[in-house]
């Protein structure tokens, strides 16, 4: 194989999996068979043989487990493909009949009045925040724990993006923090239910309703996620997913906006279509395009697919919830593991990620990034996520534009005093020393996976003094 073709196919594997936002482990990265339907049922019913006196793999031991994890995303050919070679063979490729029966079927899952699909969960959000009247001298209110699809949609709009610190045990935006953030320019906040767990939803609306804040949810990675049974995104004006490759539900792109508002939801129909008529858009006939618009449609082909994967939806997230459960009980008492809590009202959540602190003193003074190449080692792949967003360089190119340079005070555009303003320190500890996560396709497994996962780290625990030497 040529050069070329290598790095080709090593951008597209990449490529396939930013959604995560983070740099994954080389063992995901790897070359999976798509289509192989044994994943779900070919479950190993017993951990791996094991004993703790076993030296860790990356000193050359047995790794705790070598089977594979499931591969994702899943495609069945005999129950995925019908209708997806319906749309193809049809010709009629374009926006139609199949993206409508994806949107109706959407709301339904979540429980939103309408849904309107769209070509991925950034634009989902930026045609939100326009049709909300998000503009140029407006500050947006976000977590810094996320990923960059929220954050990006904000500064397109010309609103400057402000940052509030997350409460570190559930890895979510910290109601106790949003109100100090508020200022006279503060227009909207965005709660994003980051890895799949769900935000304090309840206390966001308290504040917004208080201070007139719009709330658009980023729940780009919440698929099926529910707060006392009310699905995510259907709390605020509006509610954003993401069907991205690596998400819950996965198209490879794609994306939707729900909401109960049709008045706003016909406006994003029509954004989303050069802001040509669309329900209560209207004007005299042949008056022509109506609003500031763009194009955001998604393909029928796109919706095929996403109606055959939302047939799975529902239960892998129970899967992904029942390991969840049982691996977290598993972890805690680990010294120097303390998996994520959820809030009490959460009644079920997404489980994109699997997040826990990772506590080095109880490893011995172990680092992070040591302990996550030792349980890689293992078997078990894991990444430390995000990196801080709230002091990078795209912030800076945003500010020091004509829009931004018209639109704020010079002051406000000095992006050491924005630092400043904006830093998060528990936000800092997560990203740079803590966090640790698993990705979602890890716990589609068995029981016996979910024992080798805390076999592993267990193992780690008790050898962390031999792996203190290792960078
Ligand atoms: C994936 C994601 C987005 C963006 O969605 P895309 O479909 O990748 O554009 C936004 N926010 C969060 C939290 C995400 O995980």
Not at 84 to 107: H, P
Not at 118 to 125: D, E, F, H, L, R
Not at 203 to 212: N, R
Request: proline share 6%.
């Amino acid at each position: 194989m040529s050069q070329s073709n290598v790095s080709r196919r090593e951008f597209l594997k990449q490529n396939s999996l930013t959604g995560l936002g983070a740099i994954l482990t080389p063992s995901l990265l790897a070359d999976t068979p798509v289509g192989t339907p044994e994943i779900v049922t070919k479950r190993s019913i017993k951990p791996a043989p094991f004993s703790l006196a076993e030296p860790p793999a990356l000193l050359g031991g047995k790794p705790v487990r070598t089977a594979q994890w499931p591969t994702w995303p899943l495609w069945k050919p005999e129950q995925d493909e019908k209708q997806l070679l319906e749309v193809i063979r049809s010709g009629i490729w374009s926006r139609g009949n199949v993206v409508s029966e994806f949107e109706a079927k959407w709301a339904a899952a979540v429980g939103a009045k309408r849904s309107l699909a769209v070509v991925n969960g950034t634009n989902a959000i930026m045609a939100a925040l326009a049709q909300l009247d998000i503009r140029g001298g407006d500050e947006v209110l976000v977590p810094p724990y996320t990923f960059i699809g929220t954050v990006a949609p904000v500064l397109a709009t010309g609103a400057m993006p402000i940052f509030v610190d997350v409460d570190p045990e559930t890895f979510q935006i910290d109601p106790a923090k949003i109100e100090a953030k508020i200022t006279p320019r503060t227009k909207a906040i965005i709660p994003v239910h980051i890895l799949g767990l769900p935000a304090n939803m309840p206390q966001i609306l308290a504040i917004a309703k208080k201070h007139k804040l719009v709330v658009i949810e980023d729940a780009c990675q919440a698929h099926l996620a529910e707060i006392n049974h009310q699905k995510v995104g259907t709390f605020g004006h509006a509610g954003c997913f993401s069907f991205q490759n690596s998400k819950n539900l996965a198209i490879g792109e794609g994306g939707a906006i729900v909401s109960n508002d049709d008045a706003f939801m016909d406006r994003c129909f029509s954004y989303h279509n050069y802001g040509n008529p669309y329900g209560m858009v209207s004007g005299v006939i042949g008056a022509g395009t109506l609003i500031q618009g763009t194009k955001l449609r998604l393909t029928e082909y796109q919706a095929a697919i996403g109606l055959a994967q939302l047939k799975r939806l529902d239960a892998e997230t129970t899967t992904r919830n029942t390991n969840a459960a049982y691996l977290k009980a598993k972890i805690k008492s680990i010294p120097g593991i303390v998996p994520y809590k959820l809030y009490d009202d959460v009644t079920r959540a997404a489980f994109h990620l699997f997040p826990f602190r990772y506590k080095k003193e109880a490893f011995k003074g172990l680092s992070r990034e040591v302990f996550i190449k030792a349980l890689t080692a293992e078997g078990i792949p894991c990444s430390k996520g995000y990196a801080t967003l709230n002091n990078m360089p795209y912030l800076n190119d945003a500010f020091q534009s004509k829009n931004f340079q018209k639109m704020y005070p010079r002051a406000m555009l000095n992006f050491n005093s924005y630092v400043e303003r904006n830093h998060c320190p528990q936000n800092d500890r997560l990203c740079n020393e803590e966090a640790v996560w698993f990705t979602q396709n890890m716990l589609l497994g068995s029981q016996a996976d979910m024992d080798e996962i805390a076999n592993a780290i267990e193992k780690i625990h008790t050898h962390a003094d031999k792996l203190l030497s290792q960078k």
